[in-house]
């Protein structure tokens, strides 16, 4: 592949956009739907939590999250326009009920109250934030005392084999990722690292370590 459809590729997972973003979205739901699933289970959402997700893309998941329990509320941000319509029109039966709420925002300054989560959780986002020390400070804010912070992504080791990461991406081990945890006030609670088996772009199946850390204040 030339170099310019490998930085597409990486522009368009970063920050989908147009008639190749919604597609890229559906296939981001396909693949990471493991992924996301074991993020929500490790929140130990509880009735009544109000739930903040960063970077849900197409949000095809939030079955996932309202059958944990009863009175959820829902609130996803992204940066992407796109994947805020996205949303909001797969979701438009929990927007209409006023269980799930969409918004754009700049991708560092969210626009909420200090403590105003009771969980947070993201899944393949943290290739792309731009100041990761500030923004897992924000995101401390925002969370209650007694709220959980859940974070997934997938080890550098996986993500550096694909030949679109090395624009755009900025790559983790957990080891990297504690490190950056220890700057701030975040505690670990736990970490939990799987391998799955995915299917590459070729077709081919390939062994995908993720990890998820669950933070607390
Ligand atoms: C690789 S996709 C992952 C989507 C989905 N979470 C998944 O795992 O399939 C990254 C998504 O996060 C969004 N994004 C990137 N940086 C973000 C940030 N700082 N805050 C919120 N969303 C962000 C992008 O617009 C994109 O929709």
Redesign the pocket.
């Known amino acids: 592949m030339k170099k310019e459809e490998l930085q597409a590729i990486a522009a368009q997972?970063?920050?989908?956009t147009g008639e190749k973003g919604i597609e890229m979205?559906k296939m981001?739901?396909e693949?990471?739907i493991n992924?996301?699933r074991h993020s929500i289970q490790n929140l130990n959402i509880k009735a009544g939590d109000s739930v903040l997700e960063?970077?849900?893309?197409n949000a095809g998941h939030l079955e996932l999250i309202f059958e944990q329990a009863e009175k959820l509320k829902y609130y996803g941000?992204?940066?992407?326009e796109l994947?805020f319509q996205e949303a909001r029109q797969i979701n438009r039966n929990f927007v209409s009920q006023k269980q799930a709420f969409f918004s754009l925002y700049d991708?560092n300054a969210i626009p909420f109250q200090d403590s105003f989560f009771d969980k947070i959780f993201?899944?393949?986002?943290i290739y792309?934030?731009?100041e990761p020390e500030n923004?897992l400070m924000e995101i401390y804010r925002i969370l209650k005392a007694d709220g959980n912070f859940c974070l997934t992504f997938a080890d550098e080791s996986f993500m550096k084999q694909l030949p679109f990461t090395a624009y755009e991406f900025t790559l983790y081990t957990t080891e990297k990722l504690k490190q950056l945890i220890e700057k701030t006030a975040f505690k670990i609670v736990y970490t939990e690292t799987l391998t799955e088996k995915v299917k590459s772009k070729t077709g081919e199946l390939a062994d995908r370590a993720f990890t998820t850390i669950v933070l607390e204040k």
Do not use: D, I, R, Y
């Open positions: 997972l970063k920050h989908p979205a981001m739901h693949t990471n992924m996301t960063l970077g849900h893309g941000l992204e940066m992407s994947m991708g993201t899944v393949n986002t792309f934030w731009q923004f």
